[in-house]
């Protein structure tokens, strides 16, 4: 298996020699407003693509399925909306499937608990937007892929960590988890997505799983940095239990 980091939460999963594109943010620096009433305010994504348009071109060509976590601005924006081919299948959550198709993409493909494509298996699973948010934020998903002959995988999504993560985490045993961390929180409300302490938790909790720390550093909501993540998780003996790789990094399993 093979992971790489495009930026923020966009990663291209290689998977039984397929590549799977998910939670495409792929617009250049700075073309989104600001998450508002907040102390950073900076325009999104506040960094740009590790690469030129040319390379991302190339790379969605070579793309197989796309999935789509939830329909925030920072998981799939208009110029994934422009730039992915209309023919590739896109997999969602119950309920996105109707802006997937309205922006022209033929082949969406709602998961309600789970599906099997190409011999992989997937599961959706819930998250949570953080504590009481789902009324502000909606409902965001997850995905466990399996497959044989190769590690499984949790892209947990947009989540904090809270009961569901560890049924999921005791019910499939992942050998990889994919988090969304950052401390991404808004004007109001705690963190709505992992922190420091909540890596730590899964460390503590998980030591069969390889943690990837990911969505940091791309959009001003997001308020824990990668050299801040790296010091607290030396300070606990826990480094070795997590990447955070740097955007464009692949990294194999």
Known sequence: MKLQLIRHATIIVTI???????????????????????TDFRRNPTIGLPFNMDVLKNLLDNIDAVFVTHMHRDHFDDMA???????????????????????????????????????????????????????????????????????????????????????????????????????????????????SKHIKQLCTNYKFTKIVAIHMEAFNHCKLTRKQLTKYLEKNNLLNNVEIPEDGEIMHF
């Open 16 to 38: 039984k020699g397929l590549n799977i594109l998910v939670d495409p943010m792929l617009c250049k620096k700075g073309e989104q407003k600001p998450i508002m009433k907040l």
């Open 81 to 195: 909306a422009k730039i992915i081919s209309k023919e590739k299948p896109i997999f969602c959550q119950i309920g996105d499937e109707i802006k997937l198709k309205n922006n022209g993409f033929k082949k969406v493909y709602p998961i309600n608990e789970s599906t099997s494509w190409n011999g992989i298996d997937i599961i959706r699973t819930n998250g949570c937007h953080g504590e009481k948010m789902e009324k502000v934020l909606g409902k965001v998903s997850g995905f466990v892929f399996k497959t044989q002959g190769e590690p499984s995988l949790y892209i947990a999504g947009d989540t904090i960590y809270y009961e569901d993560i560890d049924k999921v985490m005791i019910n499939n045993r992942p050998d990889i988890i994919v988090v969304n961390s950052g401390a991404a929180s808004l004007m109001f409300g705690g963190p709505i997505t992992m922190t």
